[in-house]
């Protein structure tokens, strides 16, 4: 569906590194595991779809949604919601979706998205209604719909939606989200926002990008608290190939382009596909660079510079060196950015690592001890991370191809 997903396979397995480093120390914590009952009846199995990247966001209320598959359940997959006293169920496959019909799936993405009013934020695909698909909200026990196929899409003449996905959430409830749009004969994709209520298109497949040439692809986009919107796009046309936009108030602003030079030296290659941002006008992502000091980064970018957080060959926590990350780094509301991480030489060969203005720490890594007395065997096949308020960080694990290690989802936090 969204052209710019293709940037995923390219830079999963690019590498990097990370700068000096704290000795802070993180406990970790069960979210959810495979086996363990899943509110109205059968057990969880599984996190992701087709080795998917899995991604349970958190709020500050140590609230973490995510999606699971089910055994011998009434559904064989849902939407979940964790808190400290408990899972609740937000949707699972049969139940009634809003304007008619049930839900039977949730996706090609099965990433939500959650505010820390607790509301979480869903794709899923309906049958036997009068959509096959839509942009959900679960709050307080009642599900909303954002946008659904079939229906019009501002700002598109004559602009129907087709395909739905990739929700992102601010705390004052505007919704981002990815769309393909029917126009005739032909299909556009577009990124939207719900803002009060209203839907508006934010770019959308041919409208002119800032730089020059057309938009003709977008990656999941984020959202901030003031409702400006960051993604990756893939430009066509005689400027750069594809950039980091973000827009405000309307106004569409390229961040970072491809060609554009690096604190690192060299120039900008390509862009992760999703990016992270917060509220201070942050975002944070990972670039393929040319001709600099390293092949690739992780960055963010400031109202008025680009800062490197990682890069290839920098030192990580406790010896070795980076060797390969996840396809997207995480960062909160302090400007804290996690990423997973292989290493050489070093005492993990995979981990979790939380980057803060105190220095680099390790959240999680292979081999360290899990609630339960199981150990963290490996990370899934593409590692990514959420990081939430007060550094803590949640993750998937996986066990090995012989069986040995959990799987599950798990939070790890600074020890206090």
Same mark, same amino acid.
């Given at each position: ?11 999963? %397995? ?8 704290? *000795?802070?120390? @993180? ?15 059968? /057990? ?8 998917? !990247? ?25 939407? @979940?919601?964790?808190? !400290? ?11 009634? *979706? ?25 794709? *899923? ?31 598109? =003449?004559?602009?129907?939606?087709? /395909? ?5 959430? /601010? ?37 002119? %990008? ?20 960051? @993604? ?31 604190? =690192? ?23 393929? =660079?040319? /001709? ?17 957080? $990682? ?17 997207? !780094? ?22 979790? @690592?939380?980057?803060?203005? $105190? ?23 593409? !590692? ?12 998937? %694990? ?7 290690? %959990? ?10």
């Amino acid at each position: 569906m969204i052209a710019a997903r293709s940037l995923l396979a390219t830079v999963c %397995a690019v590498l990097i590194g990370v700068p000096p480093l704290s *000795a802070q120390a @993180f406990t970790i914590r069960s979210v959810v595991e495979a086996g363990q009952p899943a509110p109205g009846g059968g /057990n969880f199995e599984h996190f992701s779809i087709e080795s998917l !990247p899995i991604m349970a966001p958190l709020n500050g209320k140590r609230q973490v949604a995510f999606f699971a598959t089910i055994l011998r359940g009434p559904g064989s997959e849902g939407i @979940f919601l964790a808190s !400290p006293s408990g899972i609740a169920r937000v949707a699972v496959e049969g139940d009634r *979706a809003p304007g008619g019909g049930t839900i039977s799936g949730f996706g090609r993405h099965p990433i939500p998205a959650i505010n820390d009013a607790g509301t979480v934020a869903f794709a *899923a695909a309906i049958t036997s209604g009068k959509t096959v698909e839509g942009i959900f909200t679960a709050s307080r026990g009642r599900l909303q719909a954002v946008a659904v196929a079939g229906g019009a899409a501002p700002g598109i =003449l004559s602009g129907t939606f087709a /395909n739905l996905d990739a929700p992102a959430l /601010n705390d004052r409830g505007d919704l981002a989200f990815l769309a393909t749009v029917r126009r005739g004969r032909e299909t556009v994709e577009a990124v939207y926002v719900r803002a009060r209520g209203k839907l508006a298109k934010i770019a959308a497949q041919g409208d002119p %990008a800032p730089a020059g040439g057309l938009f003709a692809g977008f990656g999941p986009p984020a959202i901030d608290a003031t409702g400006a919107v960051a @993604f990756v796009a893939v430009v066509e046309g005689r400027a750069v190939p594809g950039g980091i936009f973000r827009v405000r108030d309307g106004q569409t602003k390229m961040l970072v382009g491809a060609g554009d030079d690096t604190p =690192l030296g060299g120039i900008y290659l390509k862009f992760s596909e999703r990016v992270a941002v917060n509220d201070a006008g942050l975002v944070a992502f990972h670039a393929v =660079l040319k /001709n600099a000091s390293a092949p690739a980064a992780i960055l963010v970018a400031e109202p008025s510079r680009v800062r490197k957080i $990682a890069a290839i060959g920098d030192p990580a926590p406790g010896g070795g060196s980076l060797s390969h990350f996840g396809p997207w !780094p995480a960062m909160n509301a302090q400007g804290t950015v996690a990423f997973a991480a292989s290493v050489d030489a070093g005492p993990s060969p995979v981990a979790v @690592f939380v980057t803060s203005a $105190a220095g680099t720490a390790t959240a999680a890594a292979i081999g360290d001890s899990l609630p339960g007395g199981k150990t963290l065997a490996t990370l899934t096949l593409y !590692p990514v991370v959420a990081v939430g308020p007060g550094d803590a960080v949640t993750f998937a %694990a996986a066990p090995t191809p012989t069986g040995e290690g %959990a799987e599950g989802i798990y939070l790890a936090a600074p020890s206090r």
